[in-house]
């Protein structure tokens, strides 16, 4: 499981999207969740209409989108979910408490892979660093559908949420996905992957990267693969997690990394054990 922002169509796009697709080819994850995506409305969305498809085309992905932004003309902006194996269901569902012109969007698909239907949800919050009410707001609906889609049901692999958040582990909004903050007297728990498998802080936003050293903010971890799980028989649990799209090649114009964002994959039980 992998998540990345891919930041638009910001930077030089096409050197861009050829490294991403490198790394994405040598990454070959399961499943791929994307924000910041653009898509042209099209009938067949294909390479030049959409960036999904143009990350993806060839590499053995069915793909779902969730528009959260509508710019006029056909132009879209949201979520993308990439998958290598079927997805049986999608939909998608605008976040509350989103400022004109930030409008975001949670993505769900659910995945038939061989081990049984995995459901899952990707997303990408309010941005700004004061917008910590609504980061709260958003990820309280978040939870209240995962939960309303995927009651408890071990006939099913437990769900798996990633994206942008725009939020580190020690904010409100993170504490209470991973059961160390309750609100209004409900707590949930998720498995944050980074803590199970990471190694070091694990940024994703970091001045080191040229592109995010543009926002003259800290370095950051707000991209995360989050799980509801484990459950009984151990699946759902994070293995092994790491930074992923986070290597970087000589350009003409300077240091080209593949986005703003460094990415995060994580390989996720799927199959029952005893212990």
């Not at 991973?178 to 802080?201: N, R």
């Amino acid at each position: 499981m992998a998540t990345l922002n891919i930041w638009n169509k910001s930077g030089p796009w096409p050197a861009r999207a050829a490294l991403i697709r490198k790394q994405l080819a040598a990454l070959a994850p399961d499943v791929l969740g994307l924000q910041e995506v653009l898509r042209l409305d099209e009938p067949a969305p294909d390479a030049e209409s959409c960036q999904a498809v143009e990350l993806c085309e060839g590499l053995g992905f069915e793909l779902a989108f969730a528009p959260a932004m509508h710019y006029g003309a056909g132009l879209s902006f949201g979520n993308a979910l990439a998958s290598r194996h079927p997805i049986i269901e999608e939909a998608h569902f605008a976040l509350p408490g989103a400022d004109p012109g930030e409008a975001r969007v949670l993505l769900y698909a659910l995945v038939g892979t061989p081990h049984g239907l995995l459901p899952v949800f990707v997303t990408h919050l309010n941005w700004k660093l004061h917008h910590g009410s609504v980061r709260l707001l958003q990820v309280r609906f978040i939870v209240d559908k995962i939960f309303e889609l995927c009651p408890v049901d071990e006939s099913r692999l437990p769900p798996v949420l990633m994206g942008d958040f725009n939020a580190g582990p020690e904010s409100d909004e993170i504490r209470y996905l991973s059961g160390h903050a309750t609100v209004e007297g409900k707590s949930v728990y998720f498995a944050d992957a980074w803590l199970h498998g990471g190694d070091g802080p694990g940024y994703t936003f970091d001045r080191k990267n040229r592109f995010a050293a543009l926002a003259h903010e800290p370095p950051r971890r707000i991209d995360y693969v989050f799980v509801r799980g484990p459950d009984r028989g151990f699946r759902g649990e994070p293995l092994e997690t790491r930074l992923a799209f986070a290597e970087s090649e000589p350009h003409p114009e300077g240091e080209l990394w593949p986005s703003d964002h460094f990415g995060v994959v994580t390989e996720i039980a799927a199959t029952r054990r005893e212990q």
